[in-house]
């Protein structure tokens, strides 16, 4: 089946610590998105990326950096310079990007759950 | 940048009864979805919508992007509906998320 794989779905680091959240889609997209979202709030973008070795900050990006290597990859990480990274992130993909005229729908994957000590 | 406002921030109903959901937003759209976010976080895609009227089973969605607003109609609720909806919209350079409607349906 054609989906978008997040992993861990939860983990815990001690303060400091640079961990990396992994997204992988089989979906043959363009475009992939990460946004995170706090306790009884709305999701905000971090970062979005519409072709391979090419991607944009959203509106949050400070404390975070991505790579986008491969068609199928979209890894996050979550740097020390993130003052609060406590929250559930998740990832997305769309057949076309951003730029593009046709229909941009979106697809989610189940999300990660990161909980800094 | 654009503005999305959705009402009611919270609804409670008996299951069988039926709502509306709003969204407002502040510019001229082209692409505006609809998402559904389940108590363990998984969003699920509902309508995309970015003009006129769609119906899927006991949802159906409506957008009038000439009055800057979409509208998404739950009938005969069922208590698998509860969870959080969220609008997206934005044009081809960038999308936002409203601000969510939580939906809780009793027994």
């Known amino acids: 089946d054609g989906g978008i794989t997040q992993s861990p779905k939860y983990l815990f680091r001690k303060e400091g610590q640079n961990v990396t959240l992994s997204c992988e889609q089989n979906?043959?997209?363009?475009?992939m998105y990460w946004y995170r979202q706090d306790p009884g709030q709305g999701l905000r973008l971090i970062y979005y990326s519409q072709i391979v070795n090419d991607f944009q900050k959203g509106d949050i990006a400070e404390g975070y950096s991505v790579s986008r290597e491969k068609k199928e990859s979209f890894p996050l990480t979550v740097t020390s310079a993130q003052k609060n990274p406590t929250a559930f992130y998740l990832c997305a993909s769309s057949v076309p990007g951003l730029s593009s005229s046709g229909a941009n729908v979106l697809t989610f994957g189940a999300g990660s759950r990161l909980t800094v000590l | 940048g654009i503005q999305v406002e959705q009402s009611p921030p919270d609804l409670i109903l008996q299951e069988g009864a039926n709502s509306t959901l709003r969204c407002n937003f502040s510019?001229?759209?082209?692409?505006l979805q609809w998402f559904h976010q389940n108590p363990w976080g998984q969003l699920i895609n509902l309508f995309y919508?970015?003009?006129g009227t769609k119906q899927n089973g006991r949802l159906s969605a409506t957008t009038v992007a000439t009055e800057r607003y979409s509208l998404l109609y739950i009938s005969s609720s069922q208590t698998t509906d509860s969870g959080v909806y969220f609008c997206?919209?934005?044009?081809?350079?960038?999308?936002?998320f409203g601000t969510g409607t939580r939906l809780q349906v009793t027994l």
């Open positions: 997206l919209t934005g044009t081809a350079s960038k999308l936002t």
């Open positions: 510019d001229s759209v082209n692409n």
């Open positions: 979906l043959n997209h363009d475009a």
């Open positions: 919508i970015p003009s």
